[in-house]
């Protein structure tokens, strides 16, 4: 089953979650050859279901020891031929071990850990620094993987502020909605993004939408918020000094993209000018980069899914401001 229960909004880790741990470094092993062990890079990956030495008086659904500091996934797989073990721990299938964990939600007296949280892997000769990747069911859903904390944590230009997070939340209900209200189907073998219409059509649709959003912007007592995908982005445009008449000026340098709320590729409709909204640019060529993984063939692993933000993007409402 999926994780029900939130820890510091990620996903606590107990034994009846689904999920693989997979090394993000080489888990590298001495291997026998004719010549003597020679050391090869392998990969590593340890399943949830293996978890041990989890909680003994506090239990999840069904009775489920709770991942804490201290407990493990007791095997890992995959570094099966250096069986002469890794270079650092001298043995191959071994257990992970929690790097990180949450450091004010305590269980038994120890810290809990989610799904997130990064992993020593075979007795700490590599690590996992992504953690835990959960296979999706038909139950789950199709979750960007985003993470708006990271991104507002950042420095200089590739900082992220709450309004840009809140936007991302804006986009993603849209794209949700379109999920369930698209009016037209993918063919089939097609990814989201490759829906059948003419590029020249949609630059002429966002051409068009551009210079009757640049007219009324240039009159300020017009009130524009409307054309905005959260009215933060208003907000912030509103802010700018100068403020640009067509925030979608400067290419992918312009503060803002002309982005259709109920997507072109989820049966939105090309031609109405009512479908724009000002996106920021970085939130939407994000966002645009996430969803390719989204696909509606029969093959796709995400087929009819719900569409989600990440956790740490605190939707509906998005992060509060600085």
């Known amino acids: 089953m999926t994780t029900h229960i939130v820890v510091n909004n990620l996903g606590l880790t107990y034994k009846g979650t689904i999920g693989l741990s997979i090394a993000t470094i080489p888990d590298v092993c001495k291997t026998p050859s004719p010549g003597g062990p020679i050391p090869l890079p392998y990969p590593n990956i340890a399943n949830q279901s293996t978890l041990k030495d989890g909680t003994t008086t506090v239990f999840a659904k069904g009775g489920k020891m709770i991942a804490i500091k201290g407990s493990q996934y007791g095997m890992s797989s995959g570094d099966e031929p250096g069986t002469v073990g890794g270079v650092k721990s001298n043995v191959f299938k071994k257990a992970t071990d929690w790097i990180t964990y949450s450091f004010d939600v305590k269980m038994d007296g120890k810290n809990t850990c989610r799904h997130t949280d990064k992993k020593f892997h075979n007795d700490k000769n590599t690590v996992n620094l992504a953690g835990d990747v959960d296979p999706l069911k038909a139950t789950d859903c199709f979750m960007l993987n985003i993470r708006c904390d990271k991104k507002m ?17 804006a986009k993603v209900a849209s794209l949700d909605r379109a999920r369930l209200n698209r009016g037209v189907s993918t063919p089939k073998g097609k990814s989201l993004r490759r829906v059948d219409y003419s590029q020249s059509d949609y630059d002429s649709y966002k051409a068009t939408y551009t210079e009757r959003f640049t007219a009324r912007a240039a009159d300020k007592k017009n009130k ?49 000018m009512r479908n724009f909204k000002m996106l920021n640019t970085r939130v939407n060529t994000t966002i645009g980069a996430a ?6 063939d029969n093959s796709g692993d995400h087929d009819g899914l719900p569409i989600r933000a990440h956790p740490s993007c605190k939707c509906p409402d998005g992060p509060p401001d600085a």
């Open 224 to 272: 524009m918020e409307s054309q905005f995908a959260h009215p933060c982005a208003a907000e912030e445009w509103n802010a700018m000094d100068p403020r640009p008449a067509n925030p979608t000026e400067g290419g992918s340098s312009a503060p803002f993209n002309a982005d259709h709320l109920h997507d072109a590729a989820l049966g939105g409709p090309l031609a109405s």
């Open 153 to 169: 944590k950042k420095r200089g230009k590739k900082k992220w502020t709450p309004c840009m997070c809140k936007q991302l939340c």
């Open 291 to 296: 969803m390719g993984r989204y696909n509606r």
